[in-house]
Structure formats: C-alpha cells, structure tokens
Nanobody, 127 residues
Framework: QVQLVESGGGLVQAGGSLRLSCASSGRTFSIVTMGWFRQAPGKEREIVAAISWNGARTHYADSVKGRFTISRDNAKNTVYLQMNSLKPEDTAVYFC????????????????????WGQGTQVTVSS
C-alpha cells in the first residue's frame, strides 16, 4: 500500500508563492508518473500538473501554465509543485497522486488513471 503525504500548504496573499511537497512510500516511485490535482469547494477535482517517471514529460492545466512548476527528486521519493503568482482562484485542497504503470511514456491527466492518493493539503490565497 503506497502512502503519499503532502505538505507545504497554507495561507498566502495573492501574488505570493508556495511550494508543495509530496513524499511517497512506494518502492516504484522513481519509475511511475506523479500528478497534482486540486479541488475547490463545490467544484470537481481537476488536474493541475503531472510529470513522467524521468521528468521528460510534463502536463499543466491551462490555468496554471507559466505560474506553476512540477518537479521530482527520485532519490528522495518526492514530487514538488512550485506555485508562483498565486491567485484567489487557486484556493483549493491540493492532492498528489501516483500512477502504477511503470516506465510509461504517457502522462495521464484523468483522476481514474491514478491509483494512490494523498490526504491533501489546503492552499488558501487571499485577495
């Protein structure tokens, strides 16, 4: 059973930055895709960003392109989400997710394609 633990959320003013981290207990972390999703109150959970096992491929939601950066450190079994120029509409619970397809050349963007999920970390951006 893979355990994912997110950290780094908090309250920040618009225009500020936060860096989220997600530590995985999975032995296959270094060879699977990782993703960040978010869910705002009353809204569906949506993809924010995803990164392939070797970092060669990434995907970003249009709403965060140019502001957020996903990265990973396979030696530390950790994936990061650097969030800059935050906006009030970025307020949500952020979840990290781990795929179970090894060495995939494809970066999935649907929730159903991820098998393990963290508990989430709250990000609140004040105007």
């Amino acid at each position: 059973q893979v355990q994912l633990v997110e950290s780094g959320g908090g309250l920040v003013q618009a225009g500020g930055s936060l860096r989220l981290s997600c530590a995985s207990s999975g032995r296959t972390f270094s060879i699977v895709t990782m993703g960040w999703f978010r869910q705002a109150p009353g809204k569906e959970r949506e993809i924010v960003a995803a990164i392939s096992w070797n970092g060669a491929r990434t995907h970003y939601a249009d709403s965060v392109k140019g502001r957020f950066t996903i990265s990973r450190d396979n030696a530390k079994n950790t994936v990061y989400l650097q969030m800059n120029s935050l906006k009030p509409e970025d307020t949500a619970v952020y979840f990290c997710a781990q795929d179970n397809v090894v060495y995939s050349e494809y970066v999935p963007i649907q929730q159903s394609q991820y098998n393990s999920w963290g508990q989430g970390t709250q990000v609140t951006v004040s105007s």
